[in-house]
């Protein structure tokens, strides 16, 4: 079982996320480089966060045209689970593999602080392993957070479960307190926090339990967790 | 073949908030003496050099390269066109 951590000129939390793939679930994860084609025996494919291309034109926008892009879009059509995490999230929306769009911070600023999730959809690849309603206590980091789509889209994923995760309290003026979404098959999930930054009780003594869930729903799905 | 500059004018659609603007109205213009302003939006402007056999083609070509490559986000932006000669 392998899982692809793709890497952009500008990703900043690929190693944070190869780290807790590796050494804190001992899955096979290799990095890849976005100008080189994906190997097909791939079983899930993770897109960092960070500031690809330095944010240049609109976060995640140029990235989305990335050769890699390509690849991803047959693996989603296939199925497998693709997960974007932060940038990754921004990347997924401005390649069309994900509704809606990302846009500043309602206040301007770059938010690093933490936030309280809460699962709204727990079929996909990455909440499998949760409870609908249940609260994940994780950090977020941006500048181009606030999850936006019109109102006919925001009915489209109401109707086909397509909220994944909502913020308890809105923390930055996304539509609906949105925080992460997926395709219509739901193998495509795109998250504004870090779940790579808070499954290690190092870092989040609290509660790490929450966000090892989503990696566990990963591994769950890829048949490695019964 | 002439040289011309299309300026290409990304804006928010309407009903999009554009919190810039509206900090720029608020505390900077309106807490001054100019209450006749009533509102501001902010926007983005990319100047393209191309060369090109008429306005019309030039402006045609930006405006393929713009939504082909996605320059703006049509969920969220729309765009302008203005072309100069060079």
């Known amino acids: ?226 | 073949m002439t040289s011309f500059e299309v300026h290409v004018t990304i804006e928010n659609k309407p009903g999009i908030s554009d919190p810039e603007g509206e900090t720029i109205l608020n505390d900077l213009v309106l807490k001054g003496a100019y209450k006749t302003v009533s509102k501001i939006m902010t926007a983005k402007m990319l100047k393209f050099t191309v060369q090109e056999k008429d306005q019309r083609a030039a402006q045609s070509l930006i405006q393929e390269v713009c939504d082909e490559l996605r320059i703006y986000n049509p969920v969220v932006s729309k765009v302008s066109f203005d072309v100069l000669k060079a």
């Open chain 1, 1 to 226: 079982m392998k899982v692809g951590v793709v890497v952009f000129p500008g990703s900043n939390c690929d190693r944070d996320m190869y780290h807790v793939l590796k050494d804190v679930f001992k899955t096979d994860t290799k990095y890849y480089w976005h100008e080189k084609p994906l190997p097909k025996n791939i079983d899930a494919i993770i897109l960092p966060g960070g500031f690809s291309y330095g944010d240049r034109l609109r976060a995640g926008a140029i990235a989305a045209n990335s050769p890699v892009i390509k690849d991803v879009q047959k693996m989603a059509d296939k199925g497998i689970p693709i997960l974007g995490v932060c940038n990754g999230f921004q990347i997924l929306v401005e390649s069309g593999l994900l509704p809606g769009v990302l846009l500043k911070n309602r206040s301007l600023n770059f938010m690093c602080r933490w936030t309280n999730l809460v699962v709204e959809n727990n079929k996909t690849p990455f909440s499998n392993q949760f409870e609908i309603g249940q609260k994940i206590p994780i950090p977020i980091a941006n500048g181009e957070g606030r999850y936006y789509a019109d109102d006919e889209t925001l009915q489209k994923l109401k109707k086909y479960n397509q909220i994944v995760f909502r913020y308890v309290e809105s923390v930055n003026g996304s539509s609906n307190r949105i925080a992460g979404v997926c395709n219509e098959d739901g193998n495509v999930v795109g998250m504004m926090p870090h779940p790579e930054r808070a499954v290690e009780y190092e870092i989040n003594p609290t509660d790490n339990n929450a966000s090892t869930l989503i990696f566990e729903s990963m591994l769950t799905k890829m048949g490695v967790y019964n």
